[in-house]
Nanobody, 122 residues
Framework: VQLQASGGGLVQPGGSLSLSCAHSRITLDYYIIGWFRQAPGKEREGVSCIDSNGRAFYMHDMKGRVTISRDNAKNTVSLQMNSLEPEDTAIYYC?????????????????WGQGTLVTVSS
């Protein structure tokens, strides 16, 4: 696996988690990076994405609670999630896109890594 999401785990409602997306071969700052999630029985949905210029976009339901950022020195893209709710429980995936415009449409992304499970529960 070359693209890898990590940092998931069990957190109480109201808690925070920071997810990280890394790639073992490519330089991520050349790509649009998207974070997506899929809850049990639901379709995959876009959470946030960041383009190569650092412009960030957020899903409406999570705006204000998540921050996406790049660390080019570490070749990673992070997703800081705060004020987590049980409804945020899902497998979270990161993906790369070579398209010219950043979007939260999953079909616009080319390479997907294995996800990381986030469980929000008391």
């Amino acid at each position: 696996v070359q693209l890898q999401a990590s940092g998931g785990g069990l957190v109480q409602p109201g808690g925070s988690l920071s997810l990280s997306c890394a790639h073992s071969r490519i330089t991520l700052d050349y790509y649009i990076i998207g974070w997506f999630r899929q809850a049990p029985g639901k379709e995959r949905e876009g959470v946030s994405c960041i383009d190569s210029n650092g412009r960030a976009f957020y899903m409406h339901d999570m705006k204000g609670r998540v921050t996406i950022s790049r660390d080019n020195a570490k070749n990673t893209v992070s997703l800081q999630m705060n004020s987590l709710e049980p409804e945020d429980t899902a497998i979270y995936y990161c993906a790369t896109s070579t398209k010219r415009i950043a979007t939260l449409l999953a079909e616009m992304y080319d390479d997907w890594g294995q996800g990381t499970l986030v469980t929000v529960s008391s």
